[in-house]
């Protein structure tokens, strides 16, 4: 049972895949398998019939090696063994009409079987004398729970004391490796006997044995079995079967088909090449055949790591770079990409569009790595069917060989040696000089986020595809839920990636920090470079005093150093190998960030387990300090930005809330009436679960609610039933409301806005009245006469840059009211000419509006008119533009033409 290349075949049980029958015989022959494991239920599930599978499989060039699972047959009483028998009859000629040659039997889990072996060996003896004269075969298989027999070795005494041609032995590594079975002893069964081996690798967890196995189980080399010992000691036997996966995973069966496969067959690839490096010089006696798999190349250190970036995250991580240290020394000859270097580490800035990413994000999107043999690396690569990416570039440009990892990010191979391939001529130096002081010496280690569904595939790709050794899976407790992290690094440990994932996320709850990644550098001095840094103007992440109450009661390190700890927000951890010294930035966007660290003696792990967690909460009470600080922020920034609803009125509350926090807002307004028929309602005030989730997203990215819209009062309308609105409003934390009064009646209008003051004053809530110019209440002077009249002390007026000037309201009049009246604006831009019907004003105001410095407003006049300081909510809805890009690129696009045009706005005198 050789594989066309004379190695053991490789075969993949359906029940590790997702999907029909169908679907999971093709992902299994295009990942290239020569068989499967045919499971029962797969097969009652299909359409097809026993023939119509049979032909299935040859058609994709598989076998069915295996039919399983059959149970609860042996050590019985007579009439049981009798309907069983039959039972058994039945399943031989399913058997024959698939074409598979051997039936898998389970170790009974019955009540009615009894613990008596010779009894057991007769009755599996029966069996398999029917099975033998059709030329079929029963594989026994221990399970690790069987009620009797529940390891390898007493199967195989009953095996053996059955002595029948047809009865063999099935080996699961998981039922031997879970019980800590020692498989030494499977070496004195024939090879012969032996007619099926299972594989799968699993973590270590205490918990009952069935659940494990039907829940957690994994492909070869991401679990904490040595596979490599186990298949050593079944070859040795002389077996002759197939290699074949049988693996039971909740996210695997939940995955894409053809992704398993892909992974199943990276991982019984790996595992034969670990397989024959382990057992050189091969003994004479049933070696594992090599792969076919190239040897995996020497790998060296990191060359560069590349960040997708664009006009708004570019410019944050480049101030950022240059802050730690680097300088921009290059620029690519034929693409908008940037080369900083310090020392040996090397970070390129690649400005292209990149669809892949969201906006205003900064990503680790391709790795560059030292190869002794890139060819050598790009073919084994290959044969473990990572896809090679597609390379444009000019005749004289470097040709690097590169594969994409299943996150997306790529992989490039580069020659080891100074020029590393001769990449770094393909840049056109800008006359910067690298720093070579050792602020930063090179790159330690790259750390990305997966999600659970990807996490054990990219940890695979890694190990097998690159050749890397994967490190102890660890778990621990984050602010925001449990974190699994896995890492992998090279022999000489100078090229390592840490992989992390939430393996329990549920809800909408999250720390608004989706995804994060960092790059970490290598420092001889982290304290020095800390202080330099700090000189430099980086935004080091300040890290509380707690944390050094707890290092110093843990590890009692010499006060000194304690004290340069603490002062450079440094953290530490050692171990009986040596210490390691670390410091973060603030995220530079919403999900990367850099580290700096020192690696003393040996240390070869990436932090104490306290660290992470005490990061993420930094991380997160610095971004909620940065969404409130307005005038301490960096940039100079005078004014806190809202997202209008009606900006983005497709996206429901929650929809709103994350997309204000992804572009930057630190406000959002809610809308919670309809004011058309035909927009989109969001009845937070009715609806529990959506006030729910609205508030969980609220809490989780720090973003506010600044305003709730729309209290129309016109001749019909009694403020009264506003009332459940406004207490909506209070609990979702807003601060104003935002009404209109298209009432021609001004005594009525002034008593009805007055009352709704009434209302909403004990709610914590300002009114604020707005005056559209088609409305009865039409201009500023108009909207003044009523607020004077209706004198509420939480009164007060929004002005809408577009109703204003379309109003033919005067500037001088409004730098004349009082400033309390004004707690924020609504901006956007228009054009210059005022529509001559209402119809064409209303279209302009709710679909039509341009960012502002686009249109013919008089914006500064307007905005310097207003007390400052002001918070500028962006009501600018687009709708045909919002059709093209989406509403959350729309708000994003928004605040970033808002604050090229609007940040240096003169304040009023």
């Known amino acids: 049972m050789s594989g066309p290349a004379g190695g053991p075949r490789l075969s993949i049980a359906t029940a590790c895949l997702s999907g029909t029958l169908e679907d999971k015989l093709a992902a299994a022959a295009a990942a290239g398998f020569h068989g499967v494991e045919l499971f029962e239920s797969d097969l009652i599930a299909s359409p097809w019939s026993p023939s119509r599978v049979r032909q299935e499989c040859a058609r994709r060039g598989l076998t069915i090696d295996v039919y399983q699972p059959f149970r609860d047959f042996e050590a019985v009483p007579p009439d049981t063994l009798r309907a069983n028998l039959r039972r058994a009859e039945r399943k031989l000629d399913l058997l024959e009409r698939l074409g598979a040659g051997t039936l898998l039997l389970c170790s009974s889990e019955s009540t009615e079987s009894v613990d008596d072996d010779e009894l057991a060996a007769d009755q599996l003896a029966e069996l398999a004398e029917r099975a033998g004269r059709r030329g079929l075969r029963i594989a026994y298989e221990a399970l690790a729970w069987g009620r009797h027999v529940n390891t390898y070795a007493h199967a195989w005494r009953i095996v053996r004391r059955a002595d029948h041609a047809a009865l063999g032995l099935c080996l699961d590594s998981f039922h031997v490796l879970s019980r800590g079975e ?20 699993a973590p270590r967890l205490k918990m009952d044995v069935v659940q494990w196995s039907r829940h957690h189980r994994l492909f070869p080399g991401l679990g904490s079995f040595d596979l490599t010992a186990f298949v050593g000691h079944v070859v040795s036997t002389g077996y002759p079967g197939p290699l074949s996966l049988e693996v039971f995973n909740d996210i695997y069966r939940q995955a894409d088909p053809r992704h398993a496969a892909i992974d199943g067959m990276r991982s019984l690839l790996a595992l034969q090449e670990s397989v024959t490096a382990a057992r050189r010089p091969p003994p004479p006696r049933a070696p594992v055949p090599p792969p076919g798999l190239p040897p995996a190349p020497r790998l060296g250190g990191h060359v560069f790591t590349e960040l997708a970036v664009d006009e708004v995250s570019g410019p944050v991580v480049a101030r950022t770079l240059a802050a730690v240290g680097f300088a921009r020394t290059g620029q690519h000859r034929s693409k908008p990409v940037q080369l900083w270097q310090q020392g040996d580490a090397r970070i390129l800035l690649n400005f292209a569009p990149q669809r892949t990413i969201v906006p205003g994000t900064a990503v680790i999107c391709a790795v560059g790595v030292e190869s002794d043999d890139p060819a050598g690396s790009a073919q084994r690569a290959d044969r473990l069917l990572a896809p090679v990416l597609p390379r444009v570039r000019l005749p004289q440009e470097a040709d690097l060989s590169s594969v994409a990892a299943p996150d997306g990010t790529a992989v490039f191979f580069c020659r080891s040696g100074a020029d590393a391939g001769g990449w770094p001529a393909d840049f056109a130096a800008t006359g910067d000089r690298a720093r070579d002081d050792g602020l930063v010496t090179r790159t330690d280690h790259i750390a990305l986020t997966e999600s659970v569904d990807d996490f054990d595939q990219v940890s695979l790709f890694y190990t097998s595809v690159l050749g890397l050794r994967s490190g102890p899976t660890t778990e621990l407790a984050a602010p925001f839920g449990l974190l699994r992290s896995r890492s992998a690094t090279n022999a000489e440990r100078t090229f390592r990636i840490t992989l992390n994932t939430a393996p329990l996320r549920r809800g909408s709850w999250s720390p608004g920090i989706p995804s994060p990644q960092h790059v970490a550098f290598a420092s001889d001095d982290v304290i020095a470079s800390a202080r330099a840094m700090r000189d430099l103007g980086a935004p080091v992440l300040s890290i509380p005093d707690n944390y050094y109450d707890d290092l110093d009661a843990r590890l009692a390190p010499p006060p000194d150093l304690l004290a340069a700890l603490r002062e450079h927000s440094i953290l530490y951890d050692s171990d009986e190998e040596g210490e390691y010294l670390h410091f973060y930035t603030e995220m530079l966007g919403s999900r990367l960030f850099f580290e700096v660290v020192q690696r003393v003696g040996g240390y070869g792990g990436y932090g104490a387990a306290s660290s992470a967690p005490v990061r993420m909460a930094a991380h997160r ?35 709103l809330v994350e997309a204000a926090a992804d572009a930057g807002y630190r406000y959002v307004g809610v809308r919670l009436t309809r004011v058309t028929p035909q927009e989109p309602h969001y009845p937070l005030a009715t609806d529990p679960a959506l006030m729910r989730t609205t508030k969980v997203r609220l809490a989780a990215t720090g973003v506010e609610v600044l305003d709730i819209e729309l209290a129309r009062l016109g001749p019909h309308e009694d403020p009264r039933d506003f009332q459940r609105f406004l207490e909506a409003g209070a609990e979702l934390g807003a601060r104003h409301v935002i009404t209109q009064l298209p009432d021609p009646d001004r005594n009525r209008k002034v008593d009805r806005f007055a009352q709704l003051c009434e209302l909403a004053r004990p709610l914590g809530l300002t009114v604020h009245l707005e005056f559209p110019s088609w409305t009865e209440t039409p201009d500023l002077g108009e909207a003044t006469r009523v607020l004077r009249a209706a004198d509420q002390p939480n009164a007060g007026m929004l002005i809408d840059l577009l109703h204003f000037a379309r109003s033919g309201s005067s500037v001088a009049d409004l730098r004349e009211l009082p400033a309390e009246w004004f707690h924020f604006a609504h901006v956007c831009d228009a054009p210059a000419g005022v529509p001559p019907t209402n119809e064409e004003l209303i279209h302009t105001a709710r679909f039509e509006r341009l960012y502002p410095g686009e249109g013919g407003i008089d914006l500064d006049g307007i905005l310097a008119a207003l007390p400052p300081g002001l918070t500028y909510a962006l009501e600018i809805p687009r709708a045909q533009l919002v059709a093209q890009i989406g509403a959350k690129e729309h708000a994003r696009m928004a605040i970033a033409a808002a604050r090229r045009r609007l940040e240096d706005v003169p304040a009023a005198a």
């Not at 300090?625 to 920034?637: E, F, K, S, W």
């Open 621 to 655: 009470h610095r971004r909620l300090q940065g969404l409130r600080d307005t005038a301490g922020r960096p940039d100079g920034r005078a004014h806190d930005y809202s997202l209008a609803h009606l900006t983005a009125l497709s996206l429901s509350p929650p929809e």
């Open 182 to 201: 020692d498989p030494a002893g499977i070496r004195v069964v024939p090879g012969a006997k032996v007619f099926h081996l299972q594989l799968a690798d």
